[in-house]
């Protein structure tokens, strides 16, 4: 008797070296879930990936509704990959409104996955429709695939302890199990997580599981399911990987950076999206010396963060755009006092309450100029989930060394976008110098803004060290020994030294680094999360015979000391940026280049087809 199971008979698998899926649905159905876990499970496999998670800012928004839409994007490749892809290959959507919301982003003859038990009525008239869009001819361009994946998720679960309307909320996982089986994923490490997220509700962990398999069984029996896919593993350098985001990568740097100065983190924030994540993170790491407090608002968050830095811990407050506002007068006050402070902004769109949940690079003007008074600091700005551990440590060096706030830029599509991510050797991470101090400096005593002669620094002084009190405010301070003064000299000169001391930090970091062709013409710019669209447009235009050079800054003031030479090697530079224009700003400012931006707040990040098209309409102008 032949054992091999009639329905896998014509089973076919088709290697392809990338795929884009996005999952879509109600914000109660889970996608968030869903993603993460094919992601995951893509991870362990071997892939390189990169995500877009996209969610409404309300809690619970209209159910139904295109304004009440969840999804999440992920692009899983054979090798590096830089964005979350540009269109989606497959969509997953869960009822009318999903559909509605993302039909128009699905690449030609892409496969679309429907829940039809959805598809009743009052949701596709909820949803936008004047008639069913399954049979409005709208769907013809399309590989479409009909699931009833409530009644397979009540099938599923008769025989289970869930009832009633709590049935269906495993419907998530019928949806995860067939896109599994499609792309060739194992299940084993889907079940470990359900497990463990609900090892103390053993009830709703059979039923997702339970769910999970019927999902992946579908697959198997039904014929049009029976071309599957895979896409291997990826070729990344040796070593040891972990998936992360940008959230978590920040809080990782930031607690290395903590250990590599030998000193105790101390964050303190206030709830805010999409920073907070960043607080749930760090609070799990107690083990690391790091104390996190969550204050009763942005202000106290600050205002607690100067105070632990004044006592000798490297000292974070974190938000976002408007949080910032509200911590502009404590920062103000870090910038007077000269102490070291890390203040992470991870933005959003806006203004006031603005766009919660979408990215937006529009407060790069509010980092450099919204504070009160002349007061400069440093701002560097996150590219990607990696990038987000080092520039982390960096930020926390600047602080340290030059003794001055230093803010951190991160933004939505960073900070919750996910990669792999290859751990480094403890041994690779920079040792941290600061500017603590136990010792008298001076033959006249302690002089509390007695500076070092090369980076303009004062010394760190911990309250309590005897001989060395001092006293610290708002109000200017005399050059040297920190006492109250309202000399219009003084002031002057104290207030040329603190912008002395940032604007030589240019000295100290890493030269603007230019890849692509090298006899182009064309240089485009970016900072923060565009960087991965930039690169893969301008590849793209390069394999095409376009020459084109890319850059991107991670210090935005002081920018690279080598930035005018290398701006002035161009005949053209474009700079996308996720705003109006700001970045164009200042190098047309500073450098006298005419340079061409590239712009929109639309609440989406750029795609890499889309900059490809720009920046050659931008060339052929």
């Not at 692009?75 to 869960?94: C, E, R």
């Not at 104390?291 to 100067?306: G, K, L, N, R």
């Not at 000399?487 to 001391?501: C, I, P």
Request: charged residues 20%.
């Amino acid at each position: 008797m032949d054992n091999k199971e009639p329905s896998l008979e014509n089973k076919t698998v088709e290697s392809i070296p990338a795929v884009t899926i996005r999952f879509a649905g109600d914000s109660g159905d889970g996608m968030q879930l869903v993603g993460t876990r094919f992601t995951d499970t893509s991870a362990l496999f071997g892939n390189d990936l990169a995500t877009l998670p996209s969610f409404p800012a309300e809690i619970r928004a209209p159910q139904g509704t295109i304004a009440g839409v969840s999804s999440f994007q992920v692009q899983i490749a054979d090798f590096d990959i830089l964005t979350p892809g540009d269109n989606p290959d497959v969509l997953v959507a869960m009822n009318p409104a999903a559909l509605k919301a993302h039909l128009d982003d699905l690449a030609p003859n892409g496969m679309l996955i429907l829940n039809e038990d959805a598809f009743e009525e009052k949701n596709i008239q909820k949803a936008g429709y004047k008639t069913d869009p399954r049979t409005s001819g709208e769907l013809d361009a399309y590989r479409v695939f009909q699931v009833p994946m409530e009644k397979l998720t009540k099938e599923a679960l008769e025989d289970t302890e869930i009832t009633g309307r709590a049935v269906l909320r495993s419907k998530n996982m019928i949806a995860l199990g067939l896109i599994s089986w499609v792309f060739n994923r194992p299940l084993e490490d889907t079940e470990n997580w359900i497990n463990d997220k609900f090892k103390k509700l053993p009830e709703v962990a059979d039923a997702n599981i339970k769910a999970l398999k019927v999902g992946y069984n579908f697959g198997i029996t039904v014929e049009a399911f029976h071309h599957t896919y895979v896409v291997d593993k990826a070729k990344l350098p040796e070593g040891e990987y972990t998936n992360i985001n940008g959230n978590i990568g920040l809080s990782w740097g930031l607690i290395a950076g903590a250990r590599q100065a030998g000193l105790e983190l101390f964050y303190a924030s206030y709830p805010i999206t999409p920073a907070s994540d960043i607080l749930h993170e760090l609070s799990k790491h107690k083990n690391f010396d790091t104390i996190t407090f969550q204050a009763e608002d942005e202000i106290a968050a600050a205002a607690s963060a100067v105070g632990a830095s004044f006592t000798g811990k490297l000292a974070v407050t974190g938000t976002s755009g408007p949080g910032l506002a509200l911590k502009s007068e404590t920062i103000s006050l870090a910038v007077s006092t000269e102490l070291p402070l890390v203040v992470v902004n991870v933005q959003r769109g806006g203004p006031s309450t603005g766009l919660p949940t979408k990215p937006e690079q529009s407060d790069l003007m509010f980092a450099l100029y919204g504070r009160h008074g002349e007061s400069p600091l440093p701002v560097l700005a996150v590219r990607s989930p990696s990038h987000a551990f080092t520039t982390a440590i960096e930020a926390a060096r600047v602080a340290l060394k030059y003794m001055t706030p230093v803010i951190l830029l991160s933004d939505n599509y960073v900070a919750t976008g996910s990669e792999p991510w290859k751990l480094p050797a403890i041994g690779d991470l920079p040792t941290i110098e600061n500017n603590l101090t136990t010792t008298i400096n001076t033959e006249e005593g302690f002089l509390p803004y007695h500076r070092n002669v090369e980076t303009f620094a004062r010394p760190w002084a911990v309250p309590g060290t005897p001989g060395l009190e001092h006293r610290i405010g708002g109000l200017e301070k005399e050059e040297g020994t920190g006492n109250v003064s309202y000399e219009s000299a003084n002031h002057q000169y104290m207030t040329d030294m603190r912008a002395w001391k940032i604007a030589n930090i240019a000295n100290d970091i890493e030269p603007l680094e230019v890849t692509g062709d090298e006899k182009a013409d064309v240089l485009v710019l970016g900072w923060g999360s565009t960087y991965g669209s930039i690169t893969q447009a301008v590849n793209r235009l390069n394999e095409k015979g376009i020459k084109v050079a890319s850059a991107h800054l991670t210090f935005l003031n002081p920018f690279p000391d080598n930035t005018g030479d290398v701006l002035s090697n161009y005949k053209k530079v474009i700079i996308p940026e996720l705003n109006t224009g700001q970045l164009i700003k200042l190098v047309r400012e500073r450098y006298l280049i005419d340079a061409i931006g590239i712009n929109k707040v639309n609440a989406e990040p750029f795609t890499a087809q889309e900059l490809y098209d720009e920046i050659e309409e931008r060339i052929n102008e």
